[in-house]
T-cell receptor
């Protein structure tokens, strides 16, 4: 089983739609959670961190369910510029309790927003 | 402030050839990373350097070596390239070493091994 699993999509939605992405992770010792965005043929960039209480950044809302080992990203009022691949990212500490920032990436979910 | 830079942007190698991918960051970050990205596989960590003078293996280190030349530079070497190493390679950096902070990525190197 992959450490971080996402539905690869693609998701094709019209402008203004609400779309949700889901992600599951296998290691219960996972400490930190993120969503990164990657445009076509570009490098990944941090979209937002995911906190236990859930957090919002404009049209984007991230949720974390530690009991179910599940992360979600909700995008409201989709824009053409939201078209990208969304990467679910998890950090796990090593046996010594440190992580050195090592991240595990999901394979990504492709979103296309059309007029 | 250029962030993370990588050279070259593209390269085609023949099986058995060697090459070094260069990475530099100007953000004074302690930690640096090398990933490869293949279709349907996501990004996979090859090697990382928590701080200057240290390097450790990631998920897929076989066939690669790294050098943390100084705080700014972290290079990845393929000694004898194989077609399975055809991929897009990303270098990243973050600060500080032991906590989890945002990773900043370079633009990538697209490598084809024939």
């Amino acid at each position: 089983r992959k450490e971080v699993e996402q539905d690869p999509g693609p998701f094709n939605v019209p402008e203004g739609a609400t779309v949700a992405f889901n992600c599951t992770y296998s290691n219960s010792a996972s400490q930190s959670f993120f969503w990164y965005r990657q445009d076509c043929r570009k490098e990944p960039k941090l979209l937002m961190s995911v906190y236990s209480s859930g957090n919002e950044d404009g049209r984007f809302t991230a949720q974390l369910n530690r009991a179910s080992q599940y992360i979600s990203l909700l995008i409201r009022d989709s824009k053409l510029s939201d078209s990208a691949t969304y990467l679910c990212v998890v950090n796990v500490a090593n046996a010594g309790g440190t992580s050195y920032g090592k991240l595990t990436f999901g394979q990504g979910t492709i979103l296309t927003v059309h007029p | 402030n250029a962030g993370v830079t990588q050279t070259p942007k593209f390269r085609v190698l023949k099986t058995g050839q060697s090459m070094t991918l260069q990475c530099a960051q100007d953000m004074n970050h302690n930690s640096m990373y090398w990933y490869r990205q293949d279709p349907g596989m996501g990004l996979r960590l090859i090697y990382y350097s928590a701080s200057e003078g240290t390097t450790d293996k990631g998920e897929v280190p076989n066939g690669y070596n790294v050098s943390r030349l100084n705080k700014r530079e972290f290079s990845l070497r393929l000694e004898s390239a194989a077609p399975s190493q055809t991929s897009v390679y990303f270098c990243a950096s973050s600060y500080p070493g032991e906590a989890v902070y945002e990773q900043f990525f370079g633009p990538g190197t697209r490598l084809t091994v024939l």
